[in-house]
């Protein structure tokens, strides 16, 4: 098996395929790497000669497309030529919460890793080294390998886990300074030969220090355990948030109290309306799973709470806007500001704005939204998934604006659900003057303050806070 590698390949141009390989392109101008991806929509947006127009916001990410596109850096759909040309192989692809069957709604879907596996058997016709980099359950590696070396053409296949830690919105930094990389393999001559061959990789921009090599099963099985802690602090937070309200207390000094604690730390103790995105929810429910699998109730009850909590956040705030709002939404202008399920990322994945909004629209609120990055195609395609209501139904009770102050005309009330920076910025002297009085900002971001929302007139909700 060759020590250095010089083509990768990676299966899946998504959030982390891009991102990923843009930066291995741009740390190592020897490796010719080539992502691809069965989406030609997605690919060919990844080609467009306009990198304003790639499939994902990223900050800093067109600029690391633009230095090593079309040097070292290929987007293509020809999947099985790429995996045919490569020495090294990631697989990227999504692995989403099974929507049918056993293990229906906790349990990862895993069609697309097992499909990647067939074909790269398939199509090898020499020795490979296959990189998980998909998010996976504990022991997917055994059946990887199982598939591949079952249909392959009697070549080696190494499997490695390297889960990635990036998080959308900062991804490009992450990846850059990543806080440590991790490579679960064989203890075997040429699994250790092929973790040290990847560790290389990373090791153009990261200090051998920060590389961490481990056995598969630790590896994979990391990967959920970080996701679920951060969550499980978020959700922590927010129970505490609904006891601030109730109490006079208010969360932002319980959080930075606690967070002086170095043993707690002040990271991730924002209070919110909850966490959001493609990772935390799927990845507990896989660990909700598993220990299901193993008869291991308990576990999996203790973590399955960290879900429960936030789905309680968010209906919490949705029913206190109702509520505020003298017990009905019905027919009234709402404007919801931000759609993404977090700031600088165009993701809207388990977003909580696709849930607040649902919820309102189940009271007949008339909801307008602006958010900075996402379309009006995919929010539409966002509530249609829900199948709450028709399509028609969605488009007559809700429009998406991209005049952010002008669409709060004769608004009842604003719900903030992303922390967009320029929303701090935007001039709420004249959006008080637009709206109807009493003007309501229900703010399920902290992003604004008290004091000043106050003295312009308007009846300022700020979650965590009475
Ligand atoms: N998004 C994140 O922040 C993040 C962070 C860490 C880990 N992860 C994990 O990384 C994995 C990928 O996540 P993502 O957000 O990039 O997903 P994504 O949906 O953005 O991208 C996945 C891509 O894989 C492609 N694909 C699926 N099957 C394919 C096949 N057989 N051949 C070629 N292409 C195929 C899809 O078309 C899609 O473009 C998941 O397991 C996720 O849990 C995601």
Redesign the pocket.
């Given at each position: 098996m060759s020590k250095k590698i010089t083509k990768i390949c990676c299966?899946?141009?998504?959030?982390?395929?891009g991102p990923t390989m843009s930066i291995i392109a741009k740390k190592c101008p020897e490796i010719w790497v080539t992502v691809?991806?069965?989406?030609k929509e997605?690919i060919d947006q990844w080609n467009n000669a306009n990198l304003d127009n790639l499939p994902i916001y990223e900050p800093g990410l067109k600029e690391v497309v633009g230095e090593t596109r079309g040097k070292n850096l290929f987007f293509s759909t020809e999947?099985d030529r790429a995996i045919d040309e490569a020495e090294m192989i990631f697989i990227?692809?999504?692995?989403p919460t099974k929507t049918y069957g056993k293990g229906k709604g906790q349990a990862a879907d895993l069609k697309?890793i097992e499909?990647?596996a067939r074909?790269i058997a398939k199509i090898a016709k020499n020795n490979k080294i296959v990189v998980e980099?998909?998010?996976?359950p504990v022991r997917t590696a055994a059946a990887i390998k199982s598939i591949l070396d079952n249909n392959g053409n009697g070549v080696h296949f190494e499997i490695l886990s390297n889960?990635?830690?990036?998080?959308?919105g900062t991804a490009i930094t992450d990846l850059l300074h990543a806080d440590r990389v991790l490579i679960g393999g064989e203890d075997t001559p040429t699994g250790r030969e092929a973790k040290d061959a990847l560790s290389k990789i990373y090791e153009h921009w990261l200090p051998k220090e920060r590389i961490l090599q481990t056995n598969v099963w630790s590896s994979e099985l990391s990967k959920l355990v970080a996701n679920a802690f951060l969550a499980q602090r978020v959700s922590s937070i927010n129970s505490i948030s609904a006891l601030c309200e109730k109490t006079d207390a208010n969360i932002e000094e319980v959080s930075k109290a606690i967070g002086f604690d170095s043993r707690i730390g002040p990271k991730f103790l924002n209070a919110s309306v909850g966490f959001g995105?493609?990772?935390f929810q799927?990845?507990i429910l896989n660990l909700v799973y598993i220990a299901r699998t193993f008869g291991l109730q308990e576990v999996a009850d203790y973590w399955e709470q960290v879900i429960i909590l936030n789905d309680y956040q968010k209906r919490r705030f949705a029913d206190n806007m109702i509520t505020t709002l003298y017990n009905t939404v019905s027919g009234k202008k709402i404007v919801v500001y931000g759609w993404a399920f977090k700031k600088d990322t165009n993701?809207t994945r388990e977003s909580a704005a696709i849930y607040v909004v649902d919820a309102l629209l189940e009271e007949n609120a008339e909801i307008v939204v602006y958010d900075p990055q996402v379309s009006e195609k995919k929010i539409y395609a966002d509530l249609d998934y829900l199948n709450t209501r028709s399509p028609a139904e969605n488009r007559r009770l809700l429009k998406v604006g991209d005049k952010p102050i002008e669409i709060t005309k004769d608004a009842h009330a604003i719900a903030i659900l992303t922390e967009w920076d320029e929303f701090k910025a935007f001039n709420w002297q004249v959006i008080y003057k637009n709206m109807l009085k009493p003007a309501f900002v229900f703010d399920g971001r902290r992003l604004l303050t008290t004091g000043s929302m106050e003295e312009i007139g308007f009846k300022y909700y700020k979650i965590g806070q009475k």
């Open positions: 299966i899946g141009a998504g959030y982390v395929g691809v991806d069965i989406n997605r999947v990227s692809v999504n692995t697309y499909l990647c074909n980099k998909s998010t996976l889960p990635e830690f990036l998080a959308e995105g493609s990772c799927k990845d993701d």
